[in-house]
Protein backbone atom coordinates (compact mmCIF):
# COMPACT_ATOMS: atom_id res chain seq x y z
CA UNK A 1 0.00 0.00 0.00
CA UNK A 2 1.38 3.66 -0.99
CA UNK A 3 2.25 5.97 1.81
CA UNK A 4 0.73 9.24 1.39
CA UNK A 5 1.73 12.55 3.07
CA UNK A 6 1.38 16.19 2.74
CA UNK A 7 4.75 18.72 2.19
CA UNK A 8 5.83 21.90 3.57
CA UNK A 9 3.68 23.74 0.49
CA UNK A 10 0.58 21.20 1.14
CA UNK A 11 1.08 19.60 -2.17
CA UNK A 12 -0.03 15.70 -1.57
CA UNK A 13 2.58 13.13 -2.43
CA UNK A 14 3.06 9.70 -2.52
CA UNK A 15 5.94 7.60 -1.83
CA UNK A 16 6.70 4.48 -2.22
CA UNK A 17 7.45 3.29 0.78
CA UNK A 18 6.39 -0.20 -0.02
CA UNK A 19 9.49 -0.92 -2.66
CA UNK A 20 12.70 -1.50 -0.49
CA UNK A 21 15.41 1.30 -0.73
CA UNK A 22 17.60 -1.50 -2.12
CA UNK A 23 15.53 -1.22 -5.57
CA UNK A 24 16.84 2.25 -5.96
CA UNK A 25 20.42 1.68 -5.23
CA UNK A 26 22.77 1.09 -8.29
CA UNK A 27 19.86 1.44 -11.04
CA UNK A 28 22.16 4.24 -12.74
CA UNK A 29 24.61 1.16 -13.34
CA UNK A 30 21.95 -1.37 -14.16
CA UNK A 31 20.11 1.26 -16.71
CA UNK A 32 23.12 2.69 -18.28
CA UNK A 33 21.81 2.37 -21.73
CA UNK A 34 18.89 4.58 -20.45
CA UNK A 35 18.02 7.90 -20.26
CA UNK A 36 18.92 9.42 -17.01
CA UNK A 37 16.15 11.08 -15.13
CA UNK A 38 16.23 14.72 -13.99
CA UNK A 39 13.39 14.99 -11.72
CA UNK A 40 13.51 11.84 -10.11
CA UNK A 41 14.87 8.20 -9.44
CA UNK A 42 13.87 5.45 -11.36
CA UNK A 43 12.78 2.37 -9.36
CA UNK A 44 11.38 -0.83 -10.68
CA UNK A 45 9.93 -1.49 -13.96
CA UNK A 46 6.41 -2.00 -14.18
CA UNK A 47 6.27 -2.10 -17.93
CA UNK A 48 8.72 -3.10 -20.61
CA UNK A 49 7.38 -3.72 -23.80
CA UNK A 50 9.12 -4.98 -26.83
CA UNK A 51 6.39 -5.66 -28.76
CA UNK A 52 7.83 -9.25 -29.57
CA UNK A 53 4.90 -10.73 -30.45
CA UNK A 54 1.66 -10.20 -30.63
CA UNK A 55 -0.17 -7.18 -29.06
CA UNK A 56 -1.07 -8.16 -25.71
CA UNK A 57 -4.50 -6.78 -24.45
CA UNK A 58 -3.61 -7.58 -20.84
CA UNK A 59 -1.45 -4.33 -21.53
CA UNK A 60 -2.61 -2.34 -24.08
CA UNK A 61 -6.00 -1.21 -25.36
CA UNK A 62 -7.03 -0.14 -28.50
CA UNK A 63 -9.53 2.92 -28.49
CA UNK A 64 -9.66 3.49 -32.13
CA UNK A 65 -7.87 3.63 -35.26
CA UNK A 66 -5.52 0.78 -36.84
CA UNK A 67 -2.77 -0.75 -34.57
CA UNK A 68 -0.50 -3.52 -35.27
CA UNK A 69 3.12 -5.38 -34.62
CA UNK A 70 5.84 -5.74 -36.93
CA UNK A 71 9.08 -6.75 -36.25
CA UNK A 72 8.92 -5.20 -32.57
CA UNK A 73 7.75 -2.25 -33.48
CA UNK A 74 3.94 -1.00 -32.83
CA UNK A 75 2.37 0.73 -35.66
CA UNK A 76 -0.56 3.17 -34.93
CA UNK A 77 -2.59 4.44 -38.15
CA UNK A 78 -5.35 7.06 -38.01
CA UNK A 79 -8.46 5.71 -40.39
CA UNK A 80 -10.36 8.76 -42.37
CA UNK A 81 -13.32 7.51 -41.40
CA UNK A 82 -13.32 7.25 -38.24
CA UNK A 83 -12.91 11.22 -38.11
CA UNK A 84 -10.28 10.92 -34.91
CA UNK A 85 -6.79 10.49 -34.34
CA UNK A 86 -5.53 6.73 -33.85
CA UNK A 87 -5.55 5.86 -29.87
CA UNK A 88 -4.08 3.10 -28.11
CA UNK A 89 -3.75 3.03 -24.15
CA UNK A 90 -2.07 0.71 -21.32
CA UNK A 91 -2.57 1.07 -17.49
CA UNK A 92 -0.97 3.92 -15.56
CA UNK A 93 -1.97 5.20 -12.27
CA UNK A 94 1.27 6.70 -10.28
CA UNK A 95 1.64 10.16 -9.48
CA UNK A 96 5.75 9.81 -9.61
CA UNK A 97 6.72 7.92 -12.25
CA UNK A 98 9.12 7.82 -15.30
CA UNK A 99 8.17 6.71 -19.03
CA UNK A 100 10.62 6.64 -22.04
CA UNK A 101 9.78 5.16 -25.70
CA UNK A 102 11.07 5.22 -29.05
CA UNK A 103 8.88 7.03 -31.65
CA UNK A 104 8.68 7.60 -35.71
CA UNK A 105 6.48 9.95 -36.94
CA UNK A 106 5.78 9.40 -41.07
CA UNK A 107 5.90 12.36 -42.71
CA UNK A 108 3.84 15.08 -41.05
CA UNK A 109 1.72 12.89 -38.85
CA UNK A 110 1.14 14.35 -35.24
CA UNK A 111 1.70 12.27 -31.80
CA UNK A 112 -0.47 13.61 -28.50
CA UNK A 113 0.54 11.36 -25.34
CA UNK A 114 -1.60 11.69 -23.26
CA UNK A 115 -2.06 10.92 -19.28
CA UNK A 116 -6.04 10.37 -18.28
CA UNK A 117 -7.56 10.19 -14.50
CA UNK A 118 -10.41 8.78 -13.40
CA UNK A 119 -12.65 12.17 -14.87
CA UNK A 120 -10.98 11.84 -18.66
CA UNK A 121 -8.18 13.45 -19.97
CA UNK A 122 -5.34 14.83 -17.42
CA UNK A 123 -2.64 16.60 -19.30
CA UNK A 124 -0.97 15.93 -22.81
CA UNK A 125 1.99 16.71 -24.80
CA UNK A 126 2.07 17.53 -28.66
CA UNK A 127 4.55 16.32 -30.95
CA UNK A 128 4.68 17.81 -34.53
CA UNK A 129 7.73 18.16 -36.66
CA UNK A 130 8.31 21.73 -35.66
CA UNK A 131 7.40 22.31 -32.22
CA UNK A 132 6.07 20.59 -28.63
CA UNK A 133 3.84 21.90 -26.22
CA UNK A 134 2.52 20.32 -23.18
CA UNK A 135 -1.06 20.95 -21.80
CA UNK A 136 -3.45 20.83 -18.70
CA UNK A 137 -6.43 19.42 -20.06
CA UNK A 138 -10.21 20.60 -19.34
CA UNK A 139 -12.26 19.11 -17.53
CA UNK A 140 -15.08 18.16 -19.92
CA UNK A 141 -17.71 18.08 -17.54
CA UNK A 142 -16.52 21.24 -16.41
CA UNK A 143 -17.34 24.55 -18.45
CA UNK A 144 -15.52 26.59 -16.03
CA UNK A 145 -12.04 24.54 -16.57
CA UNK A 146 -9.70 25.51 -19.53
CA UNK A 147 -6.42 23.79 -20.95
CA UNK A 148 -3.68 26.03 -20.27
CA UNK A 149 -0.18 25.91 -21.77
CA UNK A 150 2.61 24.66 -19.28
CA UNK A 151 5.50 24.86 -21.48
CA UNK A 152 6.10 25.13 -25.53
CA UNK A 153 9.42 24.98 -27.10
CA UNK A 154 10.06 25.00 -31.34
CA UNK A 155 11.72 21.71 -32.46
CA UNK A 156 13.36 20.23 -34.90
CA UNK A 157 12.18 16.39 -34.92
CA UNK A 158 12.96 15.04 -38.53
CA UNK A 159 10.01 12.33 -39.97
CA UNK A 160 10.97 8.73 -40.67
CA UNK A 161 13.73 9.40 -38.16
CA UNK A 162 13.58 7.37 -34.63
CA UNK A 163 13.68 9.66 -31.64
CA UNK A 164 13.74 8.84 -27.78
CA UNK A 165 11.37 10.39 -25.49
CA UNK A 166 11.64 10.67 -21.57
CA UNK A 167 8.46 11.70 -19.79
CA UNK A 168 8.87 12.33 -15.66
CA UNK A 169 6.12 12.77 -13.22
CA UNK A 170 6.22 13.79 -9.63
CA UNK A 171 2.87 15.49 -8.49
CA UNK A 172 2.17 18.81 -9.49
CA UNK A 173 5.21 18.59 -11.86
CA UNK A 174 6.52 16.86 -15.31
CA UNK A 175 9.21 16.79 -17.43
CA UNK A 176 9.35 15.68 -21.01
CA UNK A 177 12.99 15.43 -23.36
CA UNK A 178 12.81 14.54 -26.84
CA UNK A 179 16.43 13.24 -27.99
CA UNK A 180 17.69 14.93 -24.53
CA UNK A 181 17.52 17.94 -26.76
CA UNK A 182 14.52 19.44 -26.55
CA UNK A 183 12.26 19.58 -23.35
CA UNK A 184 8.96 20.63 -21.71
CA UNK A 185 8.57 21.61 -17.97
CA UNK A 186 5.33 22.33 -16.55
CA UNK A 187 3.90 22.51 -13.07
CA UNK A 188 -0.17 22.63 -12.21
CA UNK A 189 -1.91 21.53 -9.42
CA UNK A 190 -4.32 19.39 -11.65
CA UNK A 191 -1.22 17.13 -12.43
CA UNK A 192 -0.95 15.77 -8.68
CA UNK A 193 -3.46 13.26 -9.33
CA UNK A 194 -3.55 9.57 -9.80
CA UNK A 195 -3.88 8.34 -12.97
CA UNK A 196 -5.38 5.55 -14.78
CA UNK A 197 -3.62 4.92 -18.17
CA UNK A 198 -1.04 6.40 -20.56
CA UNK A 199 -2.44 6.74 -24.53
CA UNK A 200 -0.55 7.76 -27.82
CA UNK A 201 -2.94 9.21 -30.33
CA UNK A 202 -1.67 9.42 -33.38
CA UNK A 203 -2.54 11.70 -36.50
CA UNK A 204 -1.52 10.43 -39.90
CA UNK A 205 1.08 7.35 -38.97
CA UNK A 206 3.52 6.59 -36.56
CA UNK A 207 5.80 3.47 -34.78
CA UNK A 208 6.84 2.83 -31.25
CA UNK A 209 8.97 0.89 -29.99
CA UNK A 210 10.96 -0.35 -26.56
CA UNK A 211 8.32 1.17 -24.43
CA UNK A 212 9.28 1.31 -20.27
CA UNK A 213 7.52 1.92 -17.58
CA UNK A 214 9.19 3.13 -14.16
CA UNK A 215 8.09 3.70 -10.24
CA UNK A 216 10.01 6.34 -9.14
CA UNK A 217 10.93 8.67 -6.15
CA UNK A 218 11.86 12.63 -5.86
CA UNK A 219 15.74 13.45 -7.15
CA UNK A 220 16.78 15.29 -4.17
CA UNK A 221 19.37 17.38 -6.81
CA UNK A 222 16.42 18.59 -8.44
CA UNK A 223 15.86 22.06 -7.71
CA UNK A 224 19.38 22.91 -8.97
CA UNK A 225 18.71 20.92 -12.22
CA UNK A 226 15.22 22.42 -12.51
CA UNK A 227 16.90 26.34 -12.25
CA UNK A 228 19.41 25.31 -15.57
CA UNK A 229 16.23 23.95 -17.42
CA UNK A 230 14.31 27.22 -16.49
CA UNK A 231 17.08 29.37 -17.14
CA UNK A 232 16.87 27.83 -20.88
CA UNK A 233 13.25 28.27 -21.04
CA UNK A 234 13.18 31.94 -20.18
CA UNK A 235 16.04 32.00 -23.07
CA UNK A 236 13.77 30.11 -25.76
CA UNK A 237 12.07 32.40 -28.34
CA UNK A 238 8.40 32.44 -28.93
CA UNK A 239 6.90 29.62 -30.61
CA UNK A 240 6.25 30.76 -34.36
CA UNK A 241 2.51 30.34 -34.98
CA UNK A 242 2.30 32.65 -37.53
CA UNK A 243 1.21 29.92 -40.33
CA UNK A 244 -2.10 29.03 -38.52
CA UNK A 245 -3.89 31.83 -37.63
CA UNK A 246 -6.64 29.50 -35.54
CA UNK A 247 -3.67 28.06 -33.59
CA UNK A 248 -2.71 31.11 -32.54
CA UNK A 249 -5.32 32.49 -31.89
CA UNK A 250 -6.52 29.62 -29.42
CA UNK A 251 -2.89 30.08 -28.03
CA UNK A 252 -3.07 33.32 -27.26
CA UNK A 253 -6.57 33.32 -25.99
CA UNK A 254 -5.61 30.75 -23.21
CA UNK A 255 -2.58 32.52 -22.23
CA UNK A 256 -4.53 35.42 -21.32
CA UNK A 257 -7.33 33.70 -20.18
CA UNK A 258 -5.12 31.42 -17.54
CA UNK A 259 -3.87 35.23 -16.31
CA UNK A 260 -7.13 36.01 -15.91
CA UNK A 261 -8.44 33.26 -14.45
CA UNK A 262 -5.95 33.98 -11.69
CA UNK A 263 -6.63 37.60 -10.87
CA UNK A 264 -9.21 39.10 -12.05
CA UNK A 265 -12.40 38.59 -10.41
CA UNK A 266 -14.89 40.53 -13.04
CA UNK A 267 -13.08 38.27 -15.36
CA UNK A 268 -13.65 35.30 -13.23
CA UNK A 269 -17.92 36.20 -12.60
CA UNK A 270 -18.10 36.26 -16.69
CA UNK A 271 -16.88 33.00 -16.83
CA UNK A 272 -19.44 31.68 -14.09
CA UNK A 273 -22.63 32.96 -15.87
CA UNK A 274 -21.29 31.59 -18.97
CA UNK A 275 -20.51 28.25 -17.32
CA UNK A 276 -24.38 28.40 -15.69
CA UNK A 277 -26.27 28.85 -19.03
CA UNK A 278 -24.12 26.05 -20.69
CA UNK A 279 -24.88 23.76 -17.68
CA UNK A 280 -28.69 24.95 -17.97
CA UNK A 281 -28.61 24.09 -21.42
CA UNK A 282 -26.83 20.85 -21.17
CA UNK A 283 -29.60 20.08 -18.33
CA UNK A 284 -32.72 20.56 -20.08
CA UNK A 285 -31.19 19.39 -23.25
CA UNK A 286 -28.34 16.64 -22.61
CA UNK A 287 -27.93 15.93 -26.25
CA UNK A 288 -25.80 19.17 -26.47
CA UNK A 289 -22.79 17.26 -25.06
CA UNK A 290 -22.92 14.28 -26.96
CA UNK A 291 -21.10 13.40 -30.37
CA UNK A 292 -21.74 11.55 -33.52
CA UNK A 293 -24.21 12.09 -37.22
CA UNK A 294 -27.45 11.34 -34.65
CA UNK A 295 -26.85 13.90 -31.83
CA UNK A 296 -25.89 16.41 -34.80
CA UNK A 297 -29.13 15.72 -36.37
CA UNK A 298 -31.12 16.41 -33.22
CA UNK A 299 -29.40 19.72 -32.12
CA UNK A 300 -30.17 20.80 -35.42
CA UNK A 301 -33.18 19.95 -35.02
CA UNK A 302 -33.81 21.34 -31.90
CA UNK A 303 -32.57 25.13 -32.92
CA UNK A 304 -34.85 25.28 -35.81
CA UNK A 305 -37.93 23.86 -34.19
CA UNK A 306 -37.76 23.91 -30.31
CA UNK A 307 -38.19 27.25 -28.62
CA UNK A 308 -36.52 26.81 -25.19
CA UNK A 309 -34.12 25.38 -26.93
CA UNK A 310 -33.70 28.37 -28.97
CA UNK A 311 -33.56 30.57 -26.24
CA UNK A 312 -31.12 28.64 -23.83
CA UNK A 313 -28.81 28.39 -26.64
CA UNK A 314 -29.30 32.53 -26.96
CA UNK A 315 -28.41 33.09 -23.40
CA UNK A 316 -25.17 30.84 -23.25
CA UNK A 317 -24.07 32.78 -26.83
CA UNK A 318 -24.76 36.28 -25.47
CA UNK A 319 -22.37 34.99 -22.43
CA UNK A 320 -19.96 33.68 -24.40
CA UNK A 321 -19.70 37.19 -26.45
CA UNK A 322 -19.75 38.94 -22.59
CA UNK A 323 -16.86 37.08 -21.97
CA UNK A 324 -14.79 37.28 -24.76
CA UNK A 325 -15.32 40.60 -25.37
CA UNK A 326 -13.80 41.56 -22.05
CA UNK A 327 -10.76 39.02 -22.78
CA UNK A 328 -10.42 40.98 -25.29
CA UNK A 329 -10.79 44.31 -24.38
CA UNK A 330 -6.97 43.06 -21.60
CA UNK A 331 -4.97 42.10 -24.05
CA UNK A 332 -4.98 43.46 -27.47
CA UNK A 333 -2.66 41.14 -28.88
CA UNK A 334 -5.43 38.59 -28.97
CA UNK A 335 -7.61 40.62 -30.29
CA UNK A 336 -5.27 41.08 -33.27
CA UNK A 337 -5.55 37.54 -33.65
CA UNK A 338 -9.17 37.55 -33.16
CA UNK A 339 -9.46 39.69 -36.41
CA UNK A 340 -7.34 38.27 -38.09
CA UNK A 341 -8.87 34.57 -37.75
CA UNK A 342 -12.09 36.19 -38.38
CA UNK A 343 -10.97 38.24 -41.52
CA UNK A 344 -9.34 34.63 -42.82
CA UNK A 345 -12.33 32.61 -42.17
CA UNK A 346 -14.77 35.44 -44.00
CA UNK A 347 -12.51 35.68 -46.99
CA UNK A 348 -12.39 31.61 -47.62
CA UNK A 349 -16.33 31.96 -46.44
CA UNK A 350 -16.20 34.40 -49.65
CA UNK A 351 -14.15 31.98 -51.96
CA UNK A 352 -16.08 29.36 -50.91
CA UNK A 353 -19.44 30.68 -51.83
CA UNK A 354 -17.82 32.20 -55.56
CA UNK A 355 -17.07 28.78 -56.66
CA UNK A 356 -20.87 27.87 -56.42
Known sequence: MKNHHT????????????IPVAMFLGVATALAGEVQPLMVQRGSCWLEEAFSGALDTNK????????????????????????????????????????????????????????????GHNSSIQIRPDAMVMLKNADRKNPRTYAPILDETGATLAPDTWHTMVVELNGAEMLARVDDKFFLCGTHPGLNRAKTDLAFAVSGAALFREVKLWHAIPNPDWAAEKGKLLARQTA??????????????????????????????????????????????????PVVNRKGAKADAEKKRLAQEDAKFKQLQKTVQAAQKNERDYLLAQAPEV?????????????????????K
Open 7 to 18: DRVGIRRVSLGW
Open 60 to 119: WKVAIGSWKIENGVLAGTERPDDHHAAVIKTPFSNITAVAQFSFMCKGDARLHIGLNDVG
Open 236 to 285: RPALDRSGNLQEAYAAAEVKVRDRLMKADEKFQALVDVRACAMEALAKAF
Open 335 to 355: KAAWAALLAANQAKAKAAAAK
